[in-house]
């Protein structure tokens, strides 16, 4: 018989989906071309002959997921949203995450005929006079949505189906809940660096990882930011990597506070999970830059690192667990589910940096977290 061949066309959406977990997972400053063609199967100079380059590659990626979205809104529209999301979790993530590294007529194209409420998930800024048809609280309230569906598609446990109820289920819970925001604070100000040196340099790596991804940043432009050298900075973290151990294990201590402060404070198991859900809400918020990077980099650490950062990160979980099945009487397996959607749902919304500035959205975000920790609608990720 004669062997298939692959047409040109379809080989480059084979390599666009071997590409979105790649970048999703590691990001996309730290992943070179070789890295996505020897995922896709290729090598990196076999992968010229489908795009010209990573950028090409992201490209692809992202309008390929948007050609699978349709009309959406807040409300109606959400089973459609999440379906798509958990049908292509790792496109949905660069989507909204990486769009913003292409450059502004690439972004121009993939947005034509776009619906204007898919737009409102993008973190671009709408053009002066720009309608995208929803409220900045809506806008909220579909981006929880999208990181509920996103972590229903990428986990390991459960089949399509199921993971895909799970989703739906929780975007309905999220749709019920009320949200008014505050008006939002201005800009914040430069700001001005810490007084010691060790604390400066990981005030400049925080930002500089935030803005160009930690494979994009050296330790020669942390010191250029303030002033010294590789070596000087050197001083303080033998490697990069010692760098960013240092920021995942702030993040985890300031995690861990927010969590024990809330049970210190509460009288009973849903007190104690309101409370650390609003208290873990606004911790991310003051700590944005930090938590989005340890949210995002976790691949960028060692084998032996990220383990156990890992093992930290199960342990938050299991905590929260534990409050929602004192609350609520339910399974291990679902309380477990529910549990790290909470965590998803405010996670999510961090990556919206106007919706950020708003005095009142840790309250509201606890309240999202609340609802979709306790909710009746949210089933566990589990069966045929």
Do not use: W
Not at 91 to 107: C, E, K, M, N
Not at 134 to 157: E, F, K, N, P, Q
């Amino acid at each position: 018989m004669p062997s298939e061949t692959i047409t040109q066309p379809d080989r480059a959406q084979l390599i666009s989906a071997a590409a979105a977990p790649v970048l999703r997972g590691r990001g996309f400053s730290s992943v070179g071309i070789d890295e996505i063609a020897a995922a896709a199967g290729l090598t990196g100079p076999a992968l010229y002959r489908y795009f010209d380059g990573k950028h090409d590659v992201l490209a692809d990626v992202i309008e390929r997921f948007l050609g699978e979205l349709a009309e959406l809104t807040p409300r109606a529209g959400v089973d459609d949203l999440s379906r798509a999301v958990v049908a292509h979790p790792d496109a949905a993530s660069v989507a909204v995450r990486q769009i913003g590294l292409l450059a502004p007529d690439v972004r121009e194209r993939l947005l034509t005929g776009v619906p204007t409420q898919v737009r409102a998930l993008l973190p671009l800024t709408p053009e002066p006079g720009e309608d995208i048809g929803m409220t900045v609280s809506d806008r909220v309230r579909l981006r929880a949505i999208y990181g509920a569906a996103i972590h229903c598609g990428l986990r390991r446990s459960g089949s399509l189906p199921a993971r895909t109820r799970a989703a739906v289920e929780a975007a309905h819970a999220l749709a019920d809940v009320p949200i008014t925001l505050d008006e939002p604070e201005p800009m914040p100000h430069e700001r001005l660096l810490p007084l010691s040196r060790r604390e400066a340099v990981m005030a400049v790596a925080m930002d500089l990882f935030s803005q160009h991804g930690y494979g994009g940043v050296a330790l020669r432009d942390i010191g250029a930011e303030i002033g010294v050298t590789a070596s000087a900075v050197s001083r303080h973290f033998a490697s990069k990597e010692d760098l960013l151990v240092a920021l995942f294990d702030r993040a985890g201590s300031q995690i861990a506070s927010s969590l024990q402060a809330g049970l210190r404070r509460a009288q009973n198991p849903r007190d104690a999970l309101e409370r650390v859900l609003r208290g873990y809400s606004a911790m991310a918020l003051d700590n944005r830059e930090l938590i989005l990077i340890y949210i995002s980099e976790r691949n960028s650490l060692s084998a032996a690192n990220r383990e156990i950062r890992r093992d930290n990160h199960l342990g938050y979980t299991a905590e929260l667990r534990q409050l929602i099945e004192l609350t609520t009487g339910l399974p291990r397996a679902v309380a477990q589910l529910r549990a790290t959607l909470a965590f998803s749902v405010v996670n999510e919304v961090l990556f919206d940096e106007p919706a950020c500035r708003h005095r009142n959205l840790a309250g509201v975000l606890g309240q999202l977290a609340y609802q979709v920790a306790t909710s009746p609608a949210v089933s566990a990720a589990k069966g045929k």
